[in-house]
């Protein structure tokens, strides 16, 4: 084990004892604070947020763009917030009287026998999403990226499993045999679809705008015919919602890139209108989806900056 392995992790369990000594709305006070102090002074990758803030609104002038990026800064911290206080009562409430939409239609899909390919996008209360599917009791495997530092990967497994033992987790470094295991054992499978895989992704429409997503999804469908749903979570009037719903396919006869292409392009498509209508908590607005280069600088006044 690394001695810098230990000393991050040392950090992260001090901040977090810090920090859960205080009442959440405090907590939440100080990320919402934490969040306009980088919003003004040390606004990170915010030449990526804004170009993809322009693909999503591109009917937005700079003033409005520059505008609901602050309210996304804000978000952006209290993601962090929540991930310290997963645990606290309050939060295990909110996630247990989650408004949940479409549960039978993902019932009704793992009833067929062949697993469920269940992609969704990432938002901002991922881990809460994450925490519901152990409390469902719904056999779920959930494809993640596992953390550099084995001890904090870890420690943030085993804060989702205080939750209960539903879900459980495979790496993105398994491969397509692991995730037809999982499918094969009649299991849900997360995938996240907007990432973007420049030389090995499919390349589909999202926000009218070439996007090469991952195959993986398309591939586990023509391989097991598993069907496909869509998920996305998010707050609402206090509340966390999940909606859950079907993608209709047709038959496919054959595995290659037209049919590829066709099965993600229908499963992303729906998404477009959950992040329009809630993008300050798509996190994926800070992640190098439709270019890897090509960020010209944003401008901002102090008016723009402050009001």
């Excluded at 911290?77 to 645990?87: P, Y």
């Excluded at 679809?193 to 398309?218: E, H, M, P, V, W």
């Excluded at 719903?245 to 477009?272: F, G």
Aim: aromatic share 14%; hydrophobic share 40%.
């Amino acid at each position: 084990m690394r001695t810098k392995h230990k000393l991050e992790y040392t950090l992260l369990r001090t901040v977090i004892f810090c920090v859960n000594l205080l009442p959440i709305p405090v907590i939440l006070f100080l990320c919402s604070t934490l969040g306009m102090f980088a919003w003004i002074v040390f606004p990170f990758r915010i030449k990526v947020a804004y170009k993809n803030l322009s693909t999503v609104f591109p009917e937005l002038n700079h003033d409005e763009k520059l505008r609901l990026l602050r309210r996304v800064y804000l978000q952006f911290t209290r993601t962090f917030g929540l991930v310290f206080i997963l645990h606290r009562k309050k939060m295990t409430e909110l996630i247990r009287n989650a408004q949940i939409t479409g549960r039978d239609k993902l019932e009704d899909a793992l009833s067929q026998g062949k697993g469920v390919i269940l992609t969704t996008i990432h938002a901002s209360w991922f881990e809460a999403y994450f925490a519901w599917f152990n409390l469902s009791g719904l056999p779920t495997s959930l494809i993640y990226q596992q953390q550099s530092n084995p001890l904090t990967d870890r420690f943030f497994l085993q804060q989702r499993g205080r939750y209960g033992s539903s879900l459980e987790h495979v790496s993105s470094y398994d491969g397509m045999k692991v995730y037809e295991r999982e499918l094969n054992r009649n299991r849900i499978l997360i995938v996240s679809l907007d990432q973007s895989y420049t030389s090995r992704g499919t390349k589909i429409l999202f926000f009218n705008r070439q996007l090469a997503c991952a195959k993986g999804a398309a591939m586990l469908h023509l391989r097991n015919k598993a069907p496909v749903l869509t998920s996305v979570y998010y707050m609402k009037d206090g509340e966390l919602h999940i909606d859950f719903d079907t993608v209709t396919l047709p038959e496919y006869k054959e595995t290659n890139e037209e049919n590829i292409q066709d099965i993600s392009s229908r499963a992303i498509r729906s998404y477009e209108a959950f992040i329009r209508q809630y993008p300050e908590q798509w996190f994926s607005l800070f992640h190098r989806l439709w270019s890897k280069k090509e960020y010209p600088k944003v401008k901002r006044s102090l008016r723009q900056i402050f009001f």
